[in-house]
């Protein structure tokens, strides 16, 4: 999931008026605040476009506009039944008829007969024309959650930078956010799409004012009123738990029963035993890489709904079949309290030239454990990379059926195109073709690109392709499978030895290996000018290291260590040595 932020809940509040100690209302005069309660339902299939597009107005005006999400009528029945005892009556007082359907500010717009606007493409334009006019007041709030007895103390102000109507109503709505379940239509909106549920969003828990709002009388320009009161939140409502981490109060001044002026949201803050943070994070995937290593970078969004303090680092747990790596990402500036931020993480390890699942789960927010527990998220991660000692290769694309449809390019680290191919003749039935081109790399890193215009890669129905890359005798370095969507890149480098290509800057020293050809032992002779710790790897054509005799302390001068020629198969390796500034390499051939 992206682009959606669940409103952080302010609850604003109601009680006695008069004068404020502590004034946080703003009394600068302000244009209105949008609310838009949209009407819909799970068994609503255009619903989810309705969902998309008031988000995308939210995103585009933050703190400006509010969503209410209203489940009612027949299309709202089943499960997850997220109905309240308020919905009818919105309904019947909007002219509601049709699902998705809206009232913007409970206003009636030129040319609509009632406060419905079931054209979802108007929403855009009509809200901005709220957000056009004044507003005679303005609302802030506070509220504090106790989180073991679920009890809410809430604050609220409203300052009147005008003469108001003569009675205002206002209204206090508990919403929800990250409700799975079952939604008609749900991939018209994929950004609330979390593997085959959809995830709810601003959906109506409560009305904490009753149906219509509390009414306000002092309503002349300069008035200041404050409401207070203390409101238990319901363990659940039709069966569908309230869980507090996930919930946001939205607070509005209204003329009677219509005719929204404005709105607020804010913070809530946790007493006795609440969480020091509470997170979402979502839309976790693989940032394609092209580098030639062993590394991979994921990108994910992270949304602060609570925070005790900004939010400066996380430390997550990154999962491969690589190992659990931990990762800790900073944040320059600090994020505060309902930001959110899609970030992109170091180079982590993962195995080459395979397709994988990865994990991310958080593991400290600062230095803090106290955030509720979050569900790790699960990804497919894939790296196709391969380097080689030889300058030129051999390139196989068996193409399927469609080859029309097919192209390839070779390109440097510049930018430069060394090599391309394709489009291919179309075979008369299904199946595959091989078509072989000779490859000349350059110096350093290179990346293949394979395209399919159809975007159903050449792996399918239509015939099962692949691509291979040998060395010029035709022996096989690597090949991929033809399954993947509109393209595939594999890596290439040459006369890169080793899988870090940031190590190119370091001093090459001349690497000797005797007997080679080599079959039980082979030794590997290097000269150093002190003594330090030195690594020895060995490497196959594809880059991956196969046996790495760790790092150990040498004497300066000549040295000699010996290499196990005994645990490799026959083939050609690369024997990678690395000290403090300085890297060797030397090809080894094992043939017994």
């Given at each position: 999931?992206?682009?959606?932020?669940?409103?952080?809940?302010?609850?604003?509040?109601?009680?006695?008026?008069g004068?404020?100690?502590?004034?946080?209302?703003?009394?600068?005069?302000?244009?209105?605040?949008?609310?838009?309660?949209?009407?819909?339902?799970?068994?609503?299939?255009?619903?989810?476009?309705?969902?998309?597009?008031a988000?995308?107005?939210?995103?585009?005006?933050p703190?400006?506009v509010?969503?209410?999400?209203?489940?009612?009528?027949s299309?709202?029945?089943?499960?997850?039944?997220?109905?309240?005892?308020?919905g009818d009556?919105?309904?019947?007082?909007?002219?509601?008829?049709?699902?998705?359907?809206?009232?913007?500010?409970?206003?009636?717009?030129?040319?609509?007969?009632?406060?419905?606007?079931?054209?979802?493409?108007?929403?855009?334009?009509?809200?901005?024309?709220?957000?056009?006019?004044?507003?005679?007041?303005?609302?802030?709030?506070?509220?504090?959650?106790?989180?073991?007895?679920?009890?809410?103390?809430?604050?609220?102000?409203?300052?009147?930078?005008?003469?108001?109507?003569?009675?205002?109503?206002?209204?206090?709505?508990?919403?929800?956010?990250?409700?799975?379940?079952?939604?008609?239509?749900?991939?018209?909106?994929?950004?609330?799409?979390?593997?085959?549920?959809?995830v709810?969003?601003?959906?109506?828990?409560?009305?904490?004012?009753?149906q219509?709002?509390?009414?306000?009388?002092?309503?002349?320009?300069?008035?200041?009123?404050?409401?207070?009161?203390?409101?238990?939140?319901?363990?659940?409502?039709?069966?569908?738990?309230?869980?507090?981490?996930?919930?946001?109060?939205?607070?509005?001044?209204?003329?009677?029963?219509?005719?929204?002026?404005?709105?607020?949201?804010?913070?809530?803050s946790?007493?006795?035993?609440?969480?020091?943070?509470?997170?979402?994070?979502?839309?976790?995937?693989?940032?394609?890489?092209?580098?030639?290593?062993?590394?991979?970078?994921?990108?994910?969004?992270?949304?602060?709904?609570?925070?005790?303090?900004?939010?400066?680092?996380?430390?997550?747990?990154?999962?491969?079949?690589?190992?659990?790596?931990?990762?800790?990402?900073?944040?320059?500036?600090?994020?505060?309290?309902?930001?959110?931020?899609?970030?992109?993480?170091?180079?982590?390890?993962?195995?080459?030239n395979?397709?994988?699942?990865?994990?991310?789960?958080?593991?400290?927010?600062?230095?803090?454990?106290?955030?509720?527990?979050?569900?790790?998220?699960?990804?497919?991660?894939?790296?196709?990379?391969?380097?080689?000692?030889?300058?030129?290769?051999?390139?196989?694309?068996?193409?399927?059926?469609y080859?029309?449809?097919?192209?390839?390019?070779?390109?440097?680290?510049?930018?430069?195109s060394?090599?391309?191919?394709?489009?291919?003749?179309?075979?008369?039935?299904?199946?595959?073709?091989?078509?072989?081109?000779?490859?000349?790399?350059?110096?350093?890193?290179?990346q293949?690109?394979?395209?399919?215009?159809?975007?159903?890669?050449?792996?399918n129905?239509?015939?099962?392709?692949?691509i291979?890359?040998?060395?010029?005798?035709?022996?096989?370095?690597?090949?991929?499978?033809?399954?993947?969507?509109?393209?595939?890149?594999?890596?290439?480098?040459?006369?890169?030895?080793f899988?870090?290509?940031?190590e190119?800057?370091?001093?090459?020293?001349?690497?000797?290996?005797?007997?080679?050809?080599?079959?039980?032992?082979?030794?590997?002779?290097?000269?150093?000018?002190?003594?330090?710790?030195?690594?020895?790897?060995?490497?196959?054509?594809?880059?991956?290291?196969?046996?790495?005799?760790?790092?150990?302390?040498?004497?300066?001068?000549?040295q000699?260590?010996?290499?196990?020629?005994?645990?490799?198969?026959?083939?050609?390796?690369?024997?990678?040595?690395?000290g403090?500034?300085f890297?060797?390499?030397?090809?080894?051939?094992?043939?017994?």
């Open positions: 999931m992206k682009n959606f932020i669940a409103g952080i809940g302010l609850l604003c509040a109601l009680t006695a008026s004068a404020a100690q502590d004034r946080f209302v703003d009394t600068t005069a302000q244009n209105r605040k949008v609310v838009l309660e949209e009407f819909t339902g799970i068994n609503c299939g255009y619903c989810p476009d309705g969902h998309r597009r988000n995308l107005l939210r995103e585009a005006h703190g400006e509010f969503i209410l999400n209203v489940h009612q009528g299309l709202a029945t089943g499960t997850p039944d997220l109905r309240t005892s308020y009556a919105l309904a019947n007082q909007a002219g509601i008829e049709t699902y998705p359907n809206a009232t913007i500010n409970r206003h009636v717009f030129s040319g609509h007969t009632s406060l419905a606007v079931p054209e979802r493409n108007q929403w855009e334009t009509l809200s901005e024309s709220i957000l056009d006019m004044e507003a005679y007041a303005n609302i802030a709030a506070r509220a504090t959650v106790d989180w073991q007895t679920r009890e809410m103390q809430i604050t609220v102000q409203i300052y009147y930078t005008g003469n108001g109507a003569a009675t205002n109503n206002l209204n206090i709505a508990l919403l929800q956010d990250y409700i799975y379940g079952y939604q008609s239509g749900a991939s018209s909106n994929p950004d609330q799409v979390d593997g085959n549920q959809y709810h969003m601003h959906a109506l828990r409560d009305l904490v004012t009753g219509w709002g509390e009414e306000i009388t002092t309503t002349t320009q300069g008035s200041l009123v404050e409401k207070t009161y203390t409101y238990t939140i319901p363990e659940a409502v039709r069966d569908i738990p309230v869980e507090m981490e996930n919930i946001s109060v939205v607070a509005f001044l209204a003329e009677g029963r219509t005719e929204i002026i404005t709105a607020c949201e804010a913070n809530l946790f007493t006795n035993g609440g969480p020091d943070y509470i997170l979402h994070l979502s839309d976790f995937q693989q940032v394609p890489n092209h580098t030639c290593d062993n590394n991979v970078f994921f990108s994910t969004e992270v949304e602060v709904r609570n925070a005790s303090q900004a939010v400066s680092s996380l430390t997550f747990n990154f999962e491969s079949p690589s190992g659990t790596t931990e990762y800790t990402h900073t944040f320059e500036p600090a994020l505060e309290a309902g930001s959110s931020v899609t970030f992109t993480s170091d180079s982590l390890p993962f195995p080459l395979q397709d994988a699942t990865a994990s991310l789960s958080l593991v400290r927010v600062n230095d803090s454990e106290n955030f509720p527990e979050t569900d790790s998220m699960t990804a497919s991660f894939s790296k196709y990379y391969m380097g080689i000692p030889s300058q030129e290769m051999i390139l196989t694309v068996a193409q399927d059926q080859g029309e449809e097919i192209t390839w390019k070779l390109v440097s680290a510049a930018g430069d060394i090599g391309y191919g394709g489009p291919y003749a179309n075979l008369q039935n299904m199946g595959t073709r091989n078509r072989i081109d000779t490859l000349t790399l350059v110096d350093g890193c290179q293949f690109t394979i395209y399919d215009a159809m975007g159903d890669g050449i792996h129905t239509q015939g099962e392709g692949f291979r890359f040998s060395d010029i005798d035709g022996n096989s370095l690597l090949v991929r499978d033809g399954n993947y969507d509109d393209s595939a890149v594999v890596m290439i480098s040459y006369n890169i030895p899988e870090s290509s940031n190119s800057a370091a001093d090459q020293i001349k690497a000797r290996l005797y007997p080679n050809p080599a079959s039980n032992s082979a030794f590997l002779e290097f000269d150093m000018e002190r003594s330090q710790k030195v690594s020895v790897r060995i490497l196959n054509l594809a880059g991956q290291c196969v046996w790495n005799l760790g790092g150990q302390i040498l004497p300066s001068g000549s000699s260590i010996e290499i196990p020629v005994d645990r490799l198969s026959n083939g050609l390796y690369i024997v990678h040595i690395q403090e500034g890297q060797g390499s030397s090809k080894l051939i094992v043939n017994r």
